[in-house]
């Protein structure tokens, strides 16, 4: 399982806060392989579930609708938008859900890069400050 900064969490607890459902963080998307490498994904919810924490292994993503999160601190970037847009695929092909929004969570906006990101549709950027220190 990866790491990320407690900002990060801390940005994905305050979006989850504000849509509910079920959360999931880490989710593995996809297994290492000799191939390929694993890939995870920030942080699924599934807004038609129950206001709780659960592990990948718990939940079922097919037939059900996604809210696929990846965090990133700071503006809104290429690095980010790859992940959004790539992760939303994954999801799509390897579980066959419902429905798939796939949220690009930042802390800054980008004017130039936002509207190329969110032309995909399912894909939206959710812009939330940084905290006060």
């Known amino acids: 399982m990866r790491s990320h900064s407690k900002r990060e969490d801390a940005m994905i607890e305050a979006y989850w806060r504000q849509v509910g459902g079920t959360l999931v963080a880490e989710f593995p998307v996809v297994a290492r392989g000799a191939d390929h490498g694993p ?35 700071d503006r809104l970037g290429m690095y980010l938008m790859g992940q959004v847009l790539f992760s939303q695929v994954l999801v799509w092909e390897r579980f066959r859900p419902k429905s798939v929004r796939s949220i690009a969570l930042c802390e800054q906006d980008d004017a130039v890069l936002r509207p190329l990101l969110e032309r995909h549709p399912g894909i939206e950027v959710v812009v939330l400050e940084k905290p006060s220190s």
């Open 39 to 73: 890939r995870w994904i920030d942080a699924v919810i599934l807004p038609g579930g129950p206001f709780e924490r659960s592990t990948a292994e718990l939940v079922a993503l097919t037939g059900q609708d996604v809210i696929v999160v990846q965090a990133k601190r």
